[in-house]
């Protein structure tokens, strides 16, 4: 299912009236001097006041809290419960600031910013019933406007709180059916929930009441799209962006759709007017330019971040980009000179994906050069980087130049057991048994719980040779140490099936494939299945494979194995 990234829940539920701000989560509350909030305090309760101030001035805000929540209860002072409360709120300490909240609402009963604290409480707490009866309080008595100030101080809540206060919220459509929040609200949850025909519904309710809900406009564009209507939801947008020519959301969300469709083109367009519109903001063109290479618009992509380059923005990153796109339109040469220019943080990783493309076109010798300066550069790095080069002469057909490559760096360290276990892989590869089980055992020698390495020669034993009693050894100690490893679970129940154990052997392979269902293991599992008998669930293993893998290999070695037809 396509997405359409809208904006934070509480963010966009925002309406007119919201600028009241009584609790700010994200900034450090003002405490009282405890003499003028009650001149009239006995000596304990003065105290009491004074070291939560001293100990606010220290930053020691638990101890703040304490002191206040005493003096709270003991006083009932709604001006020190209230510090009390949204101390606790602060602190995100739900527990006790519903505790305040509801002392609070013992004094003032309708008290907007008590009903907040309690109803952002609740959701912390997970208690959205509760919760849903406070914000209905709110509502009755304090009308619309305080819907939007709730939720203008939501903004501390995180995801899930976010969730809860929508799901909370949509509760109350029937009651309040002429409040555009909250058929919004509902129309979230229904999305959240997967159920897009009914929140698109809920959203045609929230525009009707509030025809310029600029945030539900656009998850009617995201629910057209979700529910099929592709044409229909383009259509929105551009009829959006006509009619607010200058507003950058809806522009943006037309971008993204269109790039998703394919319509290269009319991106391209809308990209022109956006940059034209904010030539000044490079931040904005850089995002854009981003969006429309992970779209596959790579000419597009390379036009904008080549004019950001020229104004010298951010141009290791740039190049980066220009690198990975050029990537895309399989110019490597071009590729190659970005990826070399990129600088900073990024450069160690744009260096070996420069040797990687120059092994590709088989310019082995410049590769090996570069690899080979970048070890010298980052000793530190030195044996990672000689694996990295060894794997790319093996991907590239060379795995005799990766086993080569992998000896000189073991003259000097020869019980390294990365370096080992690299060239145990290439000797499989080009059918060296022998050194591959040489250089696992020794690794399991130096280090006998080197799973990895057990379950490497185990497996490599169970299927190239007749030795299963030994492979099943080595794969069992394998799964003692890392028992849920999926890769060792399917070793295990292949090992089982070529010992003539079928039906052990599949419990293990089903719990590999539900972790890890890639195309070996499916093979794996869809074989087993069919050898018992459970032929149409072996086709559905392997036809999901496909689906994500038309050319994997090992279904198709299987299925012409067994005459198998999907």
């Known amino acids: 299912m396509t997405r359409f990234p809208i904006l934070p829940l509480c963010c966009a539920l925002l309406i007119h009236g919201c600028a009241s701000q009584t609790i700010t989560p994200a900034a450090e509350p003002q405490l009282p001097a405890p003499t003028a909030s009650a001149p009239d305090y006995d000596s304990e309760t003065l105290s009491d006041l004074l070291v939560a101030e001293v100990a606010a001035q220290r930053q020691s805000l638990g101890v703040t809290l304490g002191y206040y929540s005493r003096a709270a209860e003991s006083t009932r002072d709604p001006k020190v419960i209230s510090q009390a409360a949204q101390l606790a709120h602060y602190l ?23 009903l907040q604290v309690a109803i952002l409480s609740e959701i912390r707490l997970g208690n959205t019933a509760t919760a849903t009866r406070y914000l209905d309080q709110l509502l009755s008595v304090h009308g619309e406007d305080a819907l939007g100030r709730l939720v203008n101080q939501a903004r501390g809540l995180g995801a899930q709180g976010n969730l809860q206060l929508v799901e909370a919220l949509a509760q109350l459509t029937q009651r309040y059916p002429d409040q555009a929040p ?9 999305e959240h929930e997967e159920q897009p025909q009914p929140a698109l ?19 009617k564009a995201q629910l057209l799209y979700e529910t099929g209507d592709q044409e229909k939801a383009l259509r929105h947008l551009k009829k959006l962006v006509r009619k607010y020519p200058q507003a950058r959301r809806p522009r943006i969300a037309y971008v993204r759709m269109l790039l998703t469709s394919g319509e290269l083109e009319a991106a391209e367009k809308q990209l022109t ?7 000044l903001d490079l931040d904005l063109r850089f995002s854009l330019a981003l969006l429309a290479l992970e779209a596959g618009a790579s000419n597009t992509a390379q036009t904008h971040l080549n004019a950001l380059l020229a104004q010298n923005y951010r141009p290791d990153e740039i190049h980066l980009y220009l690198a990975q796109a050029a990537e895309q339109e399989l110019d490597l040469d071009t590729a190659v000179g970005h990826y070399l220019k990129v600088g900073g943080p990024q450069a160690i990783r744009a260096r070996v994906q420069a040797a990687q493309l120059l092994y590709q076109q088989g310019n082995t010798s410049q590769g090996h050069a570069l690899m080979h300066n970048l070890a010298q550069q980052q000793p530190e790095l030195q044996d990672s980087l000689i694996i990295t080069e060894a794997e790319m002469r093996s991907n590239n057909g060379d795995p005799l130049g990766a086993i080569a490559l992998i000896n000189d760096a073991l003259r000097d360290q020869p019980d390294n057991t990365e ?4 060239r145990a892989m290439a000797a499989e590869k080009v059918g060296d048994m022998a050194q591959l089980e040489k250089d696992l055992k020794r690794i399991i020698i130096l280090n006998p719980k080197d799973a990895s390495a057990l379950n490497a020669l185990g497996y490599t ?5 007749d030795r299963l009693d030994e492979a099943y050894q080595y794969v069992a100690k394998a799964l003692e140490l890392r028992p849920e490893d999926p890769a060792i679970l399917d070793s295990m129940g292949w090992v089982l099936y070529k010992r003539g154990e079928p039906d052990a052997a599949r419990d293990y392979l089903r719990r590999a494939y539900e972790k890890f269902p890639d195309p070996e293991v ?17 086709r559905q293993v392997w036809r999901a494979a ?9 279904i198709r070695e299987v299925m012409e194995k067994l005459g198998a037809r999907l």
Do not use: C, F
């Open 419 to 422: 370096l080992l276990y690299s």
């Open 461 to 465: 034993l169970g299927n190239r040779t």
């Open 182 to 190: 909250l058929w919004y609200a509902r129309a979230l949850w229904l």
């Open 522 to 538: 499916a093979a794996h599992y869809g074989e087993v299945l069919w050898v018992l008998g459970a032929q149409n669930q072996a």
């Open 273 to 279: 007017i956006m940059a034209e519109q904010n030539p």
């Open 546 to 554: 496909l689906e994500s893998d038309p050319d994997a290999p090992h």
């Open 92 to 114: 995100e300490d739900p527990l006790q600031a519903l505790a305040m909240s509801e002392l609070w609402l013992e004094t003032s009963p309708h008290n907007e910013d008590a």
């Open 201 to 219: 519904e809920a959203t045609e309710r929230t525009l009707k009441l509030m025809p310029r809900h600029e945030d539900a406009l656009l998850l």
